[in-house]
């Protein structure tokens, strides 16, 4: 049996800070007096359960990457994981791709950029000129399978071997 590399969503330094943010702001909607009843439950709502979502899914340990000898599989989002997550077979696979987006938080991303002639995957939406903009990615086609690195880690070294071990034709290309 080959190497294989896998990540799983956890606890980051980041998630860990935005969830001490997430508690606080809980608690002070909680117990300072607001007098708009619209900006607590808006508040509650945002911080309260966006905390526990992000506290869910970094309890949870699902998987956000795994390369294995079968290809390459990208998990999805906490609240569509299931049908969001891709697995994408090595014959399919031109390169993977790290890049930062441009924006306020820096998210990396990862994608997996599929030789033209690949099938569909399935579930696949079609992406807005604005959503591709704001990703930052270095081409639309690799937003077809890709994720932010939010709420887990790539080790890029790890990464780099597991790439050579399993697929040494396809190249690892970091734009961060």
């Known amino acids: 049996?080959?190497?294989?590399?896998?990540?799983?969503?956890?606890?980051?330094?980041?998630?860990?800070?935005?969830?001490?943010?997430?508690?606080?702001?809980?608690?002070?909607m909680v117990i300072a007096p607001i007098d708009?009843?619209?900006v607590e439950a808006v508040g509650l709502l945002l911080f309260g359960c966006g905390g526990l979502l992000l506290l869910a899914n970094a309890l949870s340990r699902k998987v956000a990457l795994r390369l294995d000898e079968g290809g390459i599989t990208l998990g999805?989002?906490?609240?569509?994981?299931?049908?969001?997550t891709r697995h994408v077979p090595w014959a399919e696979v031109e390169s993977i791709v790290l890049w930062r987006q441009h924006s306020a938080a820096a998210l990396t991303w990862i994608g997996v950029l599929r030789h033209p002639a690949a099938p569909p995957l399935p579930g696949a939406r079609q992406l807005t000129p604005t959503v591709v903009a704001l990703s930052g990615a270095p081409t639309p086609r690799l937003l077809e399978c890709a994720a932010s690195v939010n709420g887990w880690k790539?080790?890029?070294?790890?990464?780099?071997?597991?790439?050579?071990s399993l697929a040494p034709a396809v190249p690892l290309i970091d734009h961060r």
Do not use: D, W
């Open 154 to 164: 790539i080790n890029t070294p790890r990464l780099s071997e597991a790439l050579r």
């Open 36 to 38: 708009s009843l619209v």
């Open 76 to 84: 999805g989002p906490p609240l569509r994981y299931r049908s969001a």
């Open 1 to 28: 049996m080959g190497m294989i590399y896998q990540e799983r969503h956890g606890f980051t330094v980041k998630t860990v800070l935005v969830l001490a943010i997430c508690l606080g702001f809980t608690v002070l």
